[in-house]
Structures are given as structure tokens and as C-alpha cells.
RNA sequence: GCCGGGAUGGCGGAAUUGGUAGACGCGCGGGACUCAAAAUCCCGUAUCCGCAAGGAUGUGAGAGUUCAAGUCUCUCUCCCGGCACCA
């Protein structure tokens, strides 16, 4: 007999596989497509390990088992080959990744060979080939096109050990995903993708994926939509608000800002004072002085313009008053030179002027008695040559310095609607985001984060200044970690609650953070728990606004509830009450609905030499202009150092070669973006170039794309599940949006298998020296069949399990034993003494025979519908030992059709988990062609049903005896059968059988 | 804390979706073959009582619905994964 030897078969059979292209797809519209895709793998130069290997045996066993049902299956192959491992190899070594790259291909192409896995490798692509991501390029500028990439400079995410940026996804605890460094925050221009603005669609259509629980709320979490309103808090300010505006030497006619400044806070009670000077064009500083003084009242805000900003300063140095805040409007530098006005503007009386410069001021002092200080410019040139940002800066370090761009000055046709900001300076505004509107009257104080910019309005003290101060030197990661013990100051400032009218307190703290919302809240410590444990903390007011059934008093109630202390409100439900006072809030202006997320956009550059490069050229006239398509790709130059510099630049800052070139637009000398992009933006559509994967037109034909699209099953791991499936989405999306194909979700089905631990229960890991490798076992002689079929049975294909040793003796044994039956079968058929007698002479036997192949069909036919590897593979072996008992149990010859069908059915069911075993005994059958391109086997009805069947007798719940009964048999005679039987009689004694029930099929139930 | 998924023999796991719990594999025990070992084959294997026939208990804990619950409902405990001061 042959020995089952899976060191000769195996080879041999791959070999055959290769040479005959069994496993190549092509447009066959005339039979369903199936599209079967596991994560597109990273090739590493080291071995992979058994728990690498599950994924492809998956992926595999569905390929393979819906061939044989008849599907065209397109199940390709491919590389993710760019990205740090091999730039830093190559900072090793001095080995290019490009080398580096084709090697690790090669090994990582030979290890998934020797598993036997079908896949279609005329279609193999590689991210980092030139033909590869020239498209990838293509897609960048299609969404620069479609103003989806953008460039800003930020705080970025930055990891000093990679020396690049990072995007969210990509920080896991503080640390680099890739090498698991604490981050740093560095201010960089970086490229965009501006995934926020699908960050709806994103949500939403995961309803539409057949994906787990688990990967979708991940997603969702990820996304973080919630639902809620922005309302605005102004800052209180005592009962009778005055502005007193200091107009400028050429006088309040012309600067027609004063009516209106005038008029938009007339309207809201304030006091608007423009005192009229008594010679505008003839200033005398004693004049001006003595007419501001006797207008300044304390805790006014002073607004001056023009020359009106020293008049302004020497108001308050001599009135000795405090004011509310100090507004300078495109502000004079009295010490300047004037001589160049005196050309543009005549008619003025510049020696009168001059004595502006004489005045000596008290900076210090002005400091202290203006209250908050905002200064603006112009960016019209003749007030920019007037006055002197650096002047101003100088002496006053603490003020707000901003640009008033292009409007309002001295436009003296069009009304006067501009400077709404010098609105917002003299009353200031503080948004919040809320998602508990309904508890606006619970709102007893604002905080606002650190990084909050309205602190640079508001006159705050030291302390204040030292508690931001700390917290924004505390990197986020410290903000993130620990206990969290709350901190924060009290401003010193206050604000209005719009619903209650109620003087709040703001406080700063570090837990309200910059990023999310408006990175301020309205604190409700009766009704959140982190306000609850900061009001607790720092002694102030919590005040219920709804009562909770249940509810713990030593805590804040977050439910919902029926509404009290709101006014008009009470006895509403929570939820009528947060639908009425956004709207009645709307009203007046102070609230909209507001729907805020957590996903932040999707940071693509990378300062790093081993990815695409950002086809872009900046041109110092046309900025950053695209390359055009003709001149795709943007090939990556080899280059003598792959070191980073660590200064925010790419290797590539060093080629001179690459990074001259000229604009497109207008030929001047331009140099090229240096950053490469992400890896993931490779990963974000390979998915489609596998149904055209040799296009050197497009990225792909729509028609191929449409016909094999979208990924049927899309097998791999839950690392992916915010990172890779929510990018590929978002590119599947945009285009779709741009027609470039016709569904807008890639993977239709997404299958999330469970990872194979090493034995000691452990994450299979180098670092832990546990890991067991495919390579090692084959070379043992445990043949890759084995393995893969240890994979599948081991366990559920979706969730974990730890690698056996003694396992994977099991499953050899198995195909051990399914080798010898066959080779005993074919012993036999070929010694022609036995040929005389024929198992066609005992048709009961045959029959029995016929039952079990047919059961077994339909058993792991079944279960394959359902994924159910395990349970087919259990399948399988039982109906081995079932014809292992039917030989041994019934003296007959094995050389007979019945026997013969049995064993070919056997070859083809076991063909998806161990295709070289089965192909070699498909053929040592006689059968022609390849078992896994031969047509599934189906199964007789009439045969799976059995002739008698089992049916238990319960009485009052308790299995007492079994009964053997025809299949067809019917309730009354089953009920009767059962009363009848001996134990049950024995159990019944007498009693009276108060009802009976039959389940047909399984059982009788009797209760007495 | 929130979200998602779990808990069944010594171990990995089955159970037609409410119908005889423990399929299949591992491990273990016994036997056959062998001078012996390995390999292979056969038998047994939830627990407790019993020589056996048989009986009782049993799917993380507790309650409930039902003729019948691993499966449905409620409460709780523990484990794994993800997120985490997101207002």
C-alpha cells in the first residue's frame, strides 16, 4: 500500500496547479461572481507564523468551496509593501527597500504557495510598483480636486522614534501604532483628506454592511456622532454697559464705523459715547484730554481709532480709573515718522499732531488699568504705514492682536454692517456644545479649556495665567492618563445663563478639552458626572432640573426624566423640554442645532521616504499646484540616505534633482512637495485594481470593476477595524460621488476571524518565543493539509483558539485514515481475484452505504452556507469512522460502485480544507481533471431520511424511555407506542396522563 | 464608566434555533499487535451512588415563562475585545 506521504504530493500538486492556471478568473457572466479578499498582507521578510496562515485558509476554503458550487470566483493576491519596515531595514543596512522589498515578496509569495492556497497570481499587484501607485497618485489628485486634500499647518501628532506624523487613528495610548514610542505635538503644514465630510454617509451605511456588531459600533465609536446644540453664554457685565470711542484726527464724519458701533449697542442698552473733539483737524492733546475725561466713567470699554488710540492711552493714564477694556483700532505709533502722511494728506495740521510723540507714557500702568486689550490693523496699506504692530507688541505683551481684512474703512457707500468682531470684543460671546439642552437651568457654571481663545480677551489674573499656562505644557498624553483628578481656576469672570438670566461663574479646567465641541461647556453637575465630581470638588452650586426614578442622591442623574426649576418647562419630559428650548432659544439668537463628531480628518503626509509621493509642485506665484496626469507618476528617486532629518522634512528634501522642477503652470522655479503619503492611501482601493489589475490607461475599468465588485467576503483581523475599512470607505465613497463606479461600499461581507494563540494561551509574538510556524511543520512531514485542516477545526473560524501540538497529530491522523480507506479500496479493485463478488448482491448494504454518503453531503453542504468549517471538518471525520465501521461490521468487497461513490464524495468534501491529500486520491480514483474544479456533490432527499427513527419519552419533563418507530409515524400511534412502552407503564402506574404532546420526529412528552 | 462579545466535561468545542446536552478532536484509562517500543487498530471516558439493572445531579449564580430552557425574560458575577474627561 502507498504510504500518505505530503511531502512528495504537495509540491507536486502546486506545481500542477500553477502550470494549468485552474484558479484564473475571467468575466463569465454566466456564472454568479463571488469576490473573496483577505487584507492585501504586508510582506515581511520573516516566517509567518500559524496564526498568519488561518486568514488565507479561510479565505481559501471559501474560494475553493464556492468554485465548486459553481461560482466564478475571483480570489487574488497582492502586496502592501510600502511603509517603515523597509526604510528602516534600509537605514540599517544601506539595502534599498526597493531590493529589500522584492526579496521579502518573494519569501512571503513561497510560504503561501507551499499552504496550497488558489489563488489567482496572474493578477498580483505590488502598492510600491511605479504602475501601481502612479493611480494611487491619480486618486490624490482627483480628491485635491474635489477639494477633499488639503494642506494646514497644526499641532500634529508626532513620533520622534519614526520621526513622522501621525494621523488619530494612527496614536493608540500616547504611543505610535508602528513602534509603540509616546508621541509628541508638533506644529507642521501637513496634507489632508477631509474624511469629516463624510463623516454622515460613513455612519449611517454601515446599516447596510454585513459586518459584526463589534467592527460596526467601533466605527461608530470612531465616527462619534452625536447630536446636540451649540447655544451661546455672553460674558456678564455690570448693569450699565458704556463704550466711550476716541475717533481719530480726521474725525468722526469720516469714520463711519462710530453710528454704527453706536447703533448695534444702542440696541442692546449700552451707552455709546463719541464725544464730539473740539478741533479734529487742529488737535490739542490738553483739549482732547479734558473732554474724554469728563465722558470716562470706571468700567467703561474704550475704543480708540486711528490718532484716537494715544488720545486713548492718555486718557487713562490721567483718569487713574480702571476701565473694561481697551479697543485700538488701526492704532497710531505717536513716536513715528510722519513725514510721508504729510504728502498724502495736507489739509492735517502735523505740527499739531507731532505733539502726540510728546506724551509720556506709563505703560505699566495702562497695562494694569485697561482691562482686556484687543488691538487690529488694517490690511489697508495707508493705516499699516500709520501704525506699527511692534510698537503696540511691545508694550503690550498680553493683548490680542488681529487683522480687520479689507472691510468697512472709510466705505462710505454701503451701510455700515462690518466689524462684528469688535462686537464680540465688546461683549463677548462663549459658545458651548450640549447634548443635555434640557438641562440649561442646571447650568451653574461654564468651563472652558485651557486653549480656550476668548482667555485672551478676558482680564485674568496670574494665577489663571499660570494654571493654562501648566496645562497646555502638560502633553495630552498626561491629560489622557491617570486618575484624573479634576482641576481648574475660577476666571474671575462671568457669565450670563440665556435660559435663567443667572450670573455663572467660568471656570478653566483641563477636562473640558480643546478639540471637541467648541472646547467649552456649560456645566451641569446635577445632571453629568464629571461637572458633578468638579462642582463637589470646588464647593459649587448643583441644581436639579428633572427627577429620576431610582436614582442615587450621591450622584448626578445622566437619564432622563420629568423637568422641574426650568420655568416654563416644568413637567415636561426631558426629552420634549430638549427639543422646545433649543427652538425658543433659536429664536432670540442665542441657539442652533448642532451635530458634532469626534472623527478629525485623515492626516496623509508622512516625512518619510519609503510611500507614494504627494503629486504636488509649489510654485512661490501659484502655490500648490498639481502635477498633471500626464506627468504621473511622481516616481520615488533612489536616493543615498533613507535617514530622516527629523526637522519635518522627507529624505527626499535632499535630492535636489527631484525636488527642482518647474510650475506647471507658469514654468517659474518650483519645487516638489517632499512628504509621501500614508501607506493607507495605497491600501484604500487595491481592492479594485485586482479586477484590473495590468490597466496602464486608467486605474481601472468600470466595467470590470462593476462586474466583480463589491468584495463578497472580505476576510482578516479586527486591527483594521477604524483604520484600513474606514479609509477604504471613504475612497469608495468619493468615487462613487465622481461615477467612477457604481456602489459605495467596498466590502459587502466582512468576516473577522479569530486569532490562534501559541499554546501557552499567549499572543503568538517573536519577543515571546512562541510562535509556531508552517514552514517548521511541513519540513516535520506534517503537510500543509494537516495544518490548514487544524486551523479550520480547531475552533469557530471567527474566534480565538490556542494552537495544539497534539491537535494537529489529530488531524494527520485523519487524513491518514482517509488515505488508507482509499488505498484499501484501490488494493482491492485492482487484485482481479476478488472482482467476482460485487456489493451489488446486498442492496440493503448498499443502501446503508448510499445513506451515509448522503447524510454527509447535505450535513457539510449545509454547514458550509454557514461557514461552518468546524463542524464539516467534524462531519467529515465521523463519516470516515462510519465507513470504517460499515467495512469492519459487514464482511464485503470494497470493490464496488457504491463504495467507489462514497470515497469520490469524500475527495470532494474534504477538497476546500486539504486540496493536495484530496486531489491526489481524486485522481488515483480515476477521476478526470481537478477535484477542485469538479461540480459539489449533491445529495437525495430520500436518502438523508431514515426509516425508523428515535423518539424519547418524556414524562413531566424527564427523558424515560427511547422509542425506535417507522419515520412516517403518526401522533396517535406515537402517543399510544409510548404510553404502551414498558418503562414508561412502569413510571406512569396508574396515574392519569393529563396531557400529551409529540413533537414530531423527537418526542413524546406525557405530564401526569 | 460606556460599547461589543462571551461563560457548556480534564482541554478545544457540538447541539437541526425551545425538543434525548456533551457530536468531532485532544487528553486520559483499558485492550489487541510486538521480544520491546513507536506507529496502527478496537473499547471506554460529564459527575455522584451502584457489581449491575438503574437512579440522582448537571450548560457561571439566582429567579421566571413552558409539558419541555444551554437556547427565551429579568437580576447578578466573572472573563475577553474596543473606546475612554468627546460634554
Not at 427627577?547 to 450622584?555: E, H, L, S, V, Y
Request: aromatic share 12%; glycine share 6%.
Amino acid at each position: 500500500m502507498k504510504r500518505y506521504n505530503p511531502k512528495v504530493i504537495e509540491p507536486k500538486w502546486q506545481a500542477v496547479w500553477e502550470k494549468s492556471k485552474i484558479y484564473q478568473a475571467t468575466e463569465d457572466k454566466t456564472k454568479p461572481k463571488r469576490y473573496v479578499l483577505e487584507y492585501f498582507p504586508y510582506p515581511s521578510g520573516a516566517a509567518m507564523h500559524v496564526g498568519h496562515v488561518r486568514n488565507y485558509t479561510i479565505g481559501d476554503a471559501i474560494a475553493r468551496y464556492n468554485r465548486m458550487r459553481g461560482d466564478n470566483v475571483l480570489y487574488p493576491m497582492g502586496w502592501d509593501a510600502f511603509g517603515l519596515p523597509a526604510e528602516n531595514y534600509a537605514i540599517k543596512t544601506g539595502i534599498s527597500p526597493q531590493e529589500a522589498v522584492a526579496k521579502n515578496v518573494e519569501n512571503f509569495k513561497q510560504q503561501l504557495m507551499q499552504m496550497g492556497f488558489s489563488y489567482d497570481w496572474s493578477r498580483e499587484i505590488n502598492s510600491t510598483d511605479p504602475s501601481y501607485y502612479k493611480w494611487t497618485q491619480w486618486f490624490f489628485l482627483l480628491l485635491h480636486k474635489r477639494g477633499l486634500a488639503y494642506q494646514e499647518e497644526s499641532l500634529q501628532w508626532w513620533c520622534p522614534f519614526d520621526k513622522t506624523v501621525l494621523a488619530n487613528e494612527q496614536v493608540e495610548d500616547g504611543r505610535c501604532w508602528r513602534c509603540g514610542n509616546l508621541v509628541e505635538k508638533k506644529a507642521l503644514k501637513q496634507w489632508f483628506f477631509k474624511i469629516t465630510d463624510y463623516a454622515d454617509r460613513l455612519a449611517d451605511d454601515l446599516d447596510n454592511v454585513n459586518w459584526s456588531e463589534a467592527i460596526k459600533a467601533m466605527q461608530r465609536n470612531w465616527i462619534g456622532r452625536s447630536q446636540g446644540a451649540e447655544i451661546d453664554f455672553s460674558i456678564y457685565e455690570k448693569e450699565k454697559k458704556e463704550c466711550l470711542v476716541v475717533h481719530g484726527v480726521s474725525g468722526h464724519k469720516r469714520e463711519n464705523w462710530f453710528p454704527w458701533l453706536k447703533s448695534t449697542l444702542g440696541s442692546k442698552n449700552w451707552i455709546v459715547k463719541v464725544p464730539n473733539m473740539p478741533t479734529p483737524d487742529h488737535p490739542k492733546i490738553e483739549e482732547w484730554n479734558k473732554t474724554l475725561l469728563g465722558e470716562f466713567e470706571e468700567g467703561a470699554i474704550i475704543a480708540g481709532h486711528s490718532l484716537g488710540a494715544p488720545a486713548a492711552l492718555n486718557l487713562l493714564q490721567t483718569a487713574n480709573k480702571k476701565a473694561d477694556g481697551l479697543i485700538l483700532v488701526a492704532p497710531v505709533n505717536p513716536r513715528q515718522d510722519w513725514r510721508h502722511l504729510k504728502l498724502k494728506y495736507p489739509e492735517v495740521n502735523w505740527d499739531a499732531v507731532r505733539k502726540f510723540a510728546e506724551i509720556k507714557f506709563d505703560w505699566e500702568k495702562i497695562n494694569r488699568l485697561a482691562g482686556r486689550i484687543t488691538i487690529y490693523y488694517s490690511d489697508n496699506d495707508k493705516y499699516i504705514s500709520v501704525s506699527s504692530i511692534d510698537f503696540y507688541k511691545k508694550h503690550f505683551p498680553n493683548a490680542t492682536f488681529k487683522f480687520l481684512i479689507g472691510k468697512g474703512h472709510f466705505n462710505e457707500s454701503s451701510g455700515m454692517t462690518e466689524f462684528p468682531e469688535i462686537i464680540d470684543n465688546i461683549e463677548p460671546k462663549i459658545k458651548v456644545f450640549t447634548t443635555r439642552p434640557d438641562t440649561i437651568y442646571g447650568a451653574t457654571f461654564l468651563v472652558l479649556a485651557p486653549e480656550h481663545k476668548i482667555l485672551n480677551k478676558l482680564s485674568i489674573s496670574k494665577e489663571v495665567k499660570d494654571y493654562i499656562e501648566q496645562a497646555e505644557r502638560k502633553s495630552e498624553i498626561d491629560r489622557m492618563e491617570t486618575e484624573r483628578e479634576k482641576t481648574g481656576v475660577f476666571t474671575g469672570v462671568y457669565a450670563v445663563n440665556p435660559a435663567n438670566k443667572e450670573k455663572i461663574p467660568i471656570w478653566v479646567a483641563d477636562y473640558v478639552l480643546p478639540g471637541y465641541g467648541t472646547g467649552a461647556i456649560m456645566a451641569v453637575p446635577a445632571h453629568d458626572e464629571r461637572d458633578w465630581e468638579f462642582a463637589k470638588k470646588f464647593d459649587l452650586p448643583i441644581v436639579q432640573t428633572f427627577d429620576q426614578k431610582d436614582a442615587d442622591p450621591k450622584q448626578a442623574y445622566t437619564g432622563e426624566g420629568i423637568v422641574k426649576n426650568s420655568g416654563k418647562y416644568n413637567g415636561m419630559t426631558t426629552s420634549e423640554m430638549r427639543e422646545n428650548v433649543v427652538k425658543d432659544l433659536a429664536k432670540r439668537g442665542q441657539a442652533k442645532e448642532k451635530v458634532n463628531y469626534k472623527i478629525r480628518d485623515w492626516l496623509i503626509s508622512r516625512q518619510r521616504y519609503w510611500g507614494a509621493p504627494i503629486p504636488i509642485i509649489h510654485c512661490p506665484k501659484d502655490g500648490a499646484v498639481a502635477v498633471p496626469d500626464k506627468d504621473l507618476p511622481v516616481v520615488l528617486p533612489e536616493i543615498k540616505s533613507y535617514e530622516p532629518s527629523g526637522d519635518g522634512h522627507s529624505p527626499l528634501a535632499n535630492a535636489p534633482e527631484f525636488v527642482n522642477v518647474k510650475c506647471p503652470k507658469c514654468s517659474a522655479a518650483a519645487k516638489r512637495e517632499t512628504d509621501t503619503m500614508d501607506g493607507f492611501a495605497c491600501s484604500s482601493w487595491y481592492f479594485l485594481r485586482f479586477a484590473d489589475p495590468h490597466n496602464d490607461k486608467k486605474a481601472f475599468d468600470k466595467t470590470k470593476v462593476d462586474f466583480w465588485l463589491p468584495v463578497d467576503d472580505y476576510i482578516g483581523g479586527a486591527e483594521h477595524a477604524v483604520m484600513h475599512l474606514l479609509y477604504a470607505r471613504f475612497w469608495t465613497k468619493v468615487m462613487y460621488d465622481e461615477k467612477l463606479i457604481d456602489f459605495d461600499e467596498p466590502f459587502t461581507t466582512l468576516r473577522n476571524h479569530g486569532m490562534i494563540l501559541a499554546p501557552d494561551g499567549k499572543k503568538m509574538s517573536k519577543s515571546w518565543n512562541n510562535t509556531i510556524e508552517p514552514d517548521n511543520l511541513i519540513k516535520q512531514g506534517y503537510g500543509a493539509d494537516s495544518i490548514r485542516l487544524l486551523e479550520l477545526f480547531i475552533g469557530p473560524w471567527n474566534q480565538s483558539a490556542a494552537w495544539s501540538v497534539e491537535g494537529l497529530g489529530g488531524t494527520y491522523r485523519f487524513l491518514q485514515r482517509t488515505w488508507t480507506l482509499i488505498q484499501e479500496f484501490l488494493d482491492e479493485a485492482k487484485s482481479k481475484k476478488q472482482k467476482a463478488k460485487s456489493i451489488g448482491h446486498n442492496a440493503e448494504l448498499e443502501t446503508q452505504i448510499m445513506r451515509t454518503v448522503h447524510k454527509t453531503i447535505k450535513k457539510v453542504s449545509q454547514d458550509m452556507q454557514e461557514l461552518g468549517f468546524n463542524t464539516s471538518i467534524a462531519a467529515l471525520m465521523e463519516y470516515v469512522n462510519n465507513l470504517y465501521k460499515l467495512k469492519s461490521k459487514h464482511n464485503f468487497t470494497l470493490a464496488s460502485e457504491a463504495w467507489k461513490d462514497a470515497l469520490i464524495a469524500l475527495t470532494q468534501l474534504l477538497a476546500p480544507f486539504a486540496p493536495h491529500i484530496t486531489e491526489e486520491l481524486w485522481a488515483e480514483l480515476g477521476q478526470s481533471g481537478s477535484v477542485h474544479v469538479s461540480n459539489w456533490p449533491a445529495w437525495n432527499e430520500e436518502l438523508v431520511k431514515e426509516e425508523l427513527i428515535t423518539i424519547a419519552v418524556q414524562i413531566n419533563g424527564k427523558v424515560r424511555a427511547e422509542l425506535l418507530l417507522p419515520a412516517d409515524v403518526t401522533e396517535e400511534e406515537a402517543i399510544k407506542a409510548a404510553k404502551n412502552d414498558e418503562k414508561v407503564a412502569k413510571n406512569l402506574a396508574g396515574k392519569k396522563v393529563k396531557k400529551a404532546i409529540y413533537v414530531p420526529g423527537r418526542l413524546v412528552s406525557l405530564v401526569i
